[in-house]
């Protein structure tokens, strides 16, 4: 073979070398391991000496008679790490580029630019005593820019998702428990780490867990469920009233992969819509059921009767010149005596009938399911022997009396509501005009 030849071949292959080695975009340094544990360059590419300002008189010479002292000092550490772990480490760095630097077509980063880098050191052994190592230096800095933003959209996410104030929370595509935000924790109790490491624990009443059944099937094909009511369990137990609704969510390629819930607490509004039906069926005063209430269950009583093929009764009552005593002693003893008066009658008639203030002094009561009419009259004359007890009322010693008119719904059931209660009304006139403080049953 050509000697010629065969170094023409070697110094072309070493001329590639360093054509490949300069071209890289990664900073290279190969840096040999004196025997006395100090550090020096021996070879380095030209992104390496431009970045780091390395030039010709820099090899050779000791680390820290090159480098910045905070540099050196990082690099140290790292290079005596990887020696004695004798395998390939890597860690990643950030570095502010000196205010010196120019940027120029060979050095790409400004004066002041945060720099983030990925450093892989090999230790070169040899009779295993490591002699060189070889740092390979590459710029992070795109990728952990889109790390960090990412992060900072996460980080705005979870301010959002534990600021809001409904509870949410998301499921996955086997309806576990995936995320839930602190309004979920504080309105059901329990932590977003119990519901998902526990998967017997279940927010869903037995009677709602068909309904729900139906609704993730909805969103399984897409579906977007607005805002309904629903009832969900604490985990102290109670029941709480929900207007829930539910979102789908997809993977990347588009596949159904469970749900986002939002739950809005509605208990307080429910609680006042219950307090208003309440006020809407019962009197102020005495706290009784009112007309309203005592009408709609009338009419609810005369079916069962009915069907069951028994008597009902109607009691309309008032007191006996309940008017001269609220003008004699005013209105605040007027209501006094009619609370006294609904207590009384209230513990005369059983648990199963119904008291209602009608208006004024006028009181209905309604018995159900008796067999004959003589429990009714028994009733009637129990009511009026409690009302010969004395009275007191803000030490004012009263009489009272009350004027009693009953009429009954018998088989054939001929009335309707109205007239029942017409009839009873009508017996009530008669047992004034028979003297008061006595019943009367309506006759025709």
């Known amino acids: 073979m050509n000697a010629d030849k065969y170094n023409l071949e070697v110094l072309n292959k070493i001329d590639l070398f360093f054509k490949l080695f300069n071209n890289m975009s990664d900073l290279v340094y190969l840096t040999k391991v004196e025997n006395n544990g100090r550090f020096s360059y021996l070879l380095a590419n030209e992104p390496a000496q431009f970045f780091s300002g390395l030039t010709a008189n820099s090899f050779d010479k000791p680390l820290e008679e090159v480098l910045p002292e905070e540099v050196f000092k990082i690099i140290e550490v790292k290079y005596k790490l990887a020696i004695a772990v004798k395998e390939p480490i890597t860690y990643e760095d950030k570095i502010v580029v000196p205010s010196s630097y120019s940027k120029s077509p060979k050095n790409k980063y400004a004066p002041c630019q945060l720099v983030y880098w990925e450093s892989t050191i090999t230790p070169c052994n040899q009779n295993d005593e490591c002699t060189h190592l070889l740092a390979v230096v590459r710029d992070i800095t795109e990728r952990k820019e889109r790390e960090n933003e990412l992060k900072r959209i996460n980080d705005r996410f979870e301010l959002v998702w534990n600021s809001v104030a409904d509870a949410m929370y998301t499921f996955d595509r086997h309806e576990n428990f995936v995320s839930v935000n602190k309004s979920f924790e504080n309105l059901l109790g329990w932590t977003e780490e119990e519901i998902i490491t526990n998967r017997t624990i279940s927010i869903i009443p037995m009677d709602s867990k068909e309904d729900l059944k139906e609704i993730i099937e909805r969103v399984k094909q897409g579906e977007v469920v607005p805002s309904h009511e629903v009832q969900r369990v604490t985990k102290e137990g109670n029941v709480i009233d929900v207007l829930a609704s539910y979102s789908p969510i997809y993977d990347r390629n588009g596949i159904w992969d469970g749900a986002v819930v939002v739950y809005k607490d509605i208990s307080e509004r429910k609680k006042y819509e219950e307090q208003l039906k309440h006020h809407a069926l019962h009197d102020y005063l005495t706290g009784m059921p009112n007309r309203n209430f005592f009408s709609k269950s009338l009419k609810e009583e005369m079916v069962r009767s009915e069907r069951s093929n028994r008597t009902l009764a109607v009691f309309y009552l008032d007191i006996d010149k309940f008017k001269e005593i609220n003008d004699t ?33 006028e009181f209905g009561i309604l018995i159900t399911n008796l067999y004959d009419r003589g429990k009714a009259l028994e009733i009637a004359e129990r009511m009026l022997s409690s009302f010969q007890d004395h009275w007191i009322i803000e030490d004012h010693h009263l009489k009272i009396a009350s004027s009693i008119g009953i009429s009954f719904y018998t088989p054939p059931y001929q009335q309707d509501e109205k007239l029942l209660l017409k009839q009873a009304d009508i017996a009530l006139y008669q047992a004034k005009k028979n003297g008061r403080g006595n019943y009367q049953v309506y006759t025709n």
């Open 329 to 361: 002693l005013g209105h605040d003893i007027g209501d006094e005596l009619l609370k006294e008066f609904s207590k009384r009658v209230k513990s005369c008639i059983r648990e199963e009938d119904l008291l209602a203030r009608i208006g004024g002094d």
